[in-house]
């Protein structure tokens, strides 16, 4: 069984300032990760995803996560936010066969970015 | 690649009328998933096919809510004796074998908005 736990529903940062959004994970079998965002009334693009290999992993838009098996974290960054990065994030989880393939989300983190 | 296509794209109905909902994956995708999203939360796993074969159900899928893909290419999902709790957004994704292998994503449609009266 999966599940993640994202910590806060909002986060808000001046333009131009970090970006963390925080994601933990539980799996009992070896996780595939990713982090998705969701724009207003649009569908669900996938920013970033950790598979295998490097643990630190580049995605869309200057975003990246760095994978900590020891922590069971995937946090999500971003160095400098812009205006365009005020949307909904989701970290989710999934096993690596078919079986377990079905992605499993949290609850999502609403990012506002003030000018 | 047109993408995973979902019709309708909204649905207003009242209590306890049937509704359907159509998915229609990426055409070389074997695996078919439905998710269901309420406001505020993260999308929610109802159902996954393989093929034409319902591997597996979630408990939110209670008696009321039927899932088919007859010949392993489309898919619908139908809510029976609708309430408004089953008012969200229902999500299908698609996916091939590929996705084991760490070379793909699940690819979303954009979703039908279901909302009961």
């Not at chain 1, 989300?105 to 970015?113: A, H, R």
């Not at chain 2, 047109?2 to 306890?16: A, E, L, W």
């Not at chain 2, 096919?49 to 408990?59: M, T």
């Amino acid at each position: 069984a999966q599940s993640v736990t994202q910590l806060g529903s909002h986060v808000s940062v001046s333009e131009g300032a970090l970006v963390l959004l925080r994601c933990n994970y539980s799996s009992s079998v070896p996780p595939y990760l990713f982090w998705y965002v969701q724009y207003p009334n649009q569908g669900l693009q996938l920013l970033l995803k950790y598979t295998t290999g490097a643990t630190l992993v580049k995605g869309i838009n200057g975003f990246e996560a760095e994978f900590k098996k020891s922590e069971t974290s995937f946090h999500l960054t971003k160095p400098s936010a812009h205006m365009s990065d005020a949307a909904e994030y989701f970290c989710a989880v999934s096993g690596r066969t078919g079986a377990n393939s079905k992605l499993t989300f949290g609850k999502g983190i609403t990012l506002s970015v003030r000018p | 690649d047109t993408g995973v296509s979902q019709d309708p794209r909204h649905k207003i109905t009242k209590r306890g009328q049937n509704v359907t909902f159509r998915c229609d994956p990426i055409s070389e995708h074997n695996r078919l998933y439905w998710y269901r999203q309420t406001l505020g939360q993260g999308p929610e796993f109802l159902t996954y096919f393989q093929n034409e074969a319902q591997l597996e159900k979630s408990r939110l899928l209670s008696d009321r809510f039927s899932a088919e893909r007859p010949k392993g290419s489309f898919s619908t999902l139908e809510i029976q004796r609708t309430e408004q709790g089953d008012s969200a957004m229902y999500l299908c994704a698609s996916s091939s074998q590929a996705f084991d292998r760490g070379r793909e994503k699940l690819f979303f449609g954009s979703g039908t908005q279901l909302s009961v009266l």
